[in-house]
Structures are given as C-alpha cells and as structure tokens.
C-alpha cells in the first residue's frame, strides 16, 4: 500500500489505535544501516572498523525485501544510515534509488549522513552530523569540518538538520555550536545525543555524570534563549540518569547483512547497558508513545512539519 503524506494524521492516528487499543506491539522507527562503508574514521563510531567484514555492504535486493518486511510489520518510519549511507551502491542502484522505493512504503523517509558528500539526497528529512566546532568536530571526525560546512552551506534540501553526539571533547561546544547553526541559513534546526559505549574498538568518549548534567542544563538553557534545539526539554532532564520509561519495542533494525531485529537500537550491535544510554530520539519516541506533550511536538518538528 502507497502512503500518502497528505494523509499522515490518520495513519498516526491508526498506528496509536492499533499499539493502545488493540495491543499490538508494531514498530514505529526503523534504524536501517546500508553499509558499514564510511569515508571518515570517527573516534567514537566502532561501524566503520567493520567496513571489511563479509556482509558489509547490502544488495538492492536484501534492501528491497529488508523494506517490504518493514513495511508488513507496520513501521512508520525509516532512517537509513551507516557507514556512510552516500556511499552505498549497487550495480546501477544508488542511495537515491532505496530513498525513492521507501518513499512509496513509508510515512517519511530520512538519511543520517557525515555531510562529506553533497547533500541532495531525495529523502524526506536530511541529519548532517557535525559534532562540535572546527577543532573538536576535526578531532573527532577526521579533519571534515570545512568540507561538512561547504555542503551545509550550499544544500538545497529543504529539511537539513544538525547531529551531534555529545561527548568529552565536545560537550563545552554546544553553545558556540548552536550560534554557528543558527547563522546556517539552509539548516532548520539541531538534535542532540550522548556517546555510547560499544567497547568494540572507538575510543573511550563517555561524559562523566557531571559533565552529562552541566551540558543537559545548558541544552535546555539555549533552548529558552530561542536557540533550534528540537530535543524536548523533559527528555533531556530524563537523560541525566536514564531512569525514563523505554518503550524498545517501537523500534527495529536493520543491518548491511539483511538481518532485523525488534527492539533497543543496540541489540545484535553491541552490549546493552540501559544506564550508559545516550539515544535521545529513543527516549522522545517513547515519550510521544506516552503521549507526553514535549515529545510529540519535538516529533511533529522533526518529521511532519512542512
């Protein structure tokens, strides 16, 4: 079945009918990575030192049949990602091809990308991760900050956000941060999350509890001082000590061996401990599964605002 955008507030409204009402436990987000293939060696991702392992890469043909089972599981939403998800081809296909065949499945289609590569892709909702200022995001994520700018920069897309995951060296950025984005004409905003760590062979990145608290306190400060933060205020007061209610089984996943699994973003991707967890679009979907109010406005913001 086509879905057509237009119609997103009923078919919301059927998704929460058949998850309260009827009990049936469908997913709502799919976390799809198309490769491990990546351009950069980020200090805190460990997907790229798989990048040569047997499977790395998907075929069209998992892909398509990946999205097919996706969308027979009731999921709303994909985001496609890596690696380096630009970089993903097969034979004739392109990342653009996957977009435009999950756009006829999904409620809205988006792609997290390294901003390396020009960003045009066809998706619904663009997230270019920059992670920090010029020295820490280049610290971090090998020397691109000024390609990542260039492409920001001259981005047609007209859904851009900013990514950036927290951590040791950026965290006393966010402020600078979000007065460099604001000047960023082509972006419409910026999301935050925490370092988490896989042990599988980045660097070791975790904020101290008291780092996590002061930058969660200057989060929510620039977002009364009028600054595009989207992540909502009650959820990243939830995210000083994890102890808000994870509702997993409204995500699934995908990898670049075809492979799905139901549940928290890290199943059959590392070790899973709940109390080092840094995922805030787990903790806003959740929220917006409990319909808390800040949570589904940051999700309206974020995937249904035209």
Not at 23 to 35: C, E, N, Q, V
Not at 136 to 149: G, M, Q
Request: hydrophobic share 40%; proline share 5%; net charge positive.
């Amino acid at each position: 079945m086509k879905i057509m955008h237009r119609i997103w507030p009923f078919d919301l409204a059927s998704f929460y009918f058949q998850r309260k009402i009827c009990g049936r436990k469908i997913p709502l987000l799919a976390s799809f990575k198309i490769t491990y293939r990546c351009n950069l060696a980020c200090r805190a991702c460990p997907f790229h030192l798989r990048a040569e392992d047997e499977n790395s890469r998907m075929s069209w043909n998992t892909a398509v049949a990946a999205m097919e089972s996706l969308h027979r599981m009731g999921a709303r939403f994909i985001v496609f990602e890596g690696g380096e998800p630009l970089l993903w081809r097969d034979g004739p296909y392109h990342l653009h091809d996957l977009v435009l065949y999950a756009r006829q499945h999904f409620l809205r289609v988006a792609v997290t990308t390294n901003g390396t590569l020009p960003l045009d892709v066809p998706a619904d909702i663009l997230w270019v991760s920059l992670d920090g200022m010029k020295e820490a995001h280049n610290k971090l994520r090998s020397d691109s900050f000024e390609r990542v700018c260039s492409n920001l920069q001259a981005a047609k897309h007209p859904r851009v956000f900013i990514h950036c995951t927290l951590n040791r060296i950026n965290w006393r950025d966010v402020e600078p941060l979000a007065v460099f984005v604001q000047n960023i004409p082509t972006v419409k905003g910026m999301t935050f999350q925490f370092f988490y760590p896989y042990n599988q062979g980045e660097d070791d990145l975790a904020l101290a509890a008291e780092e996590r608290r002061a930058v969660i306190a200057k989060l929510i400060e620039l977002k009364k001082r009028g600054f595009p933060v989207l992540n909502s205020s009650g959820r990243l007061k939830a995210m000083i000590d994890n102890r808000w209610r994870c509702h997993d089984d409204i995500l699934i996943n995908v990898d670049p061996d075809g492979k799905i699994t139901k549940g928290c973003y890290v199943k059959s991707r590392g070790a899973i401990n709940c109390d080092a967890c840094g995922f805030t679009p787990v903790a806003e979907a959740s929220g917006a599964l409990d319909l808390i109010p800040g949570s589904i406005l940051a999700g309206w913001r974020l995937f249904l605002k035209t």
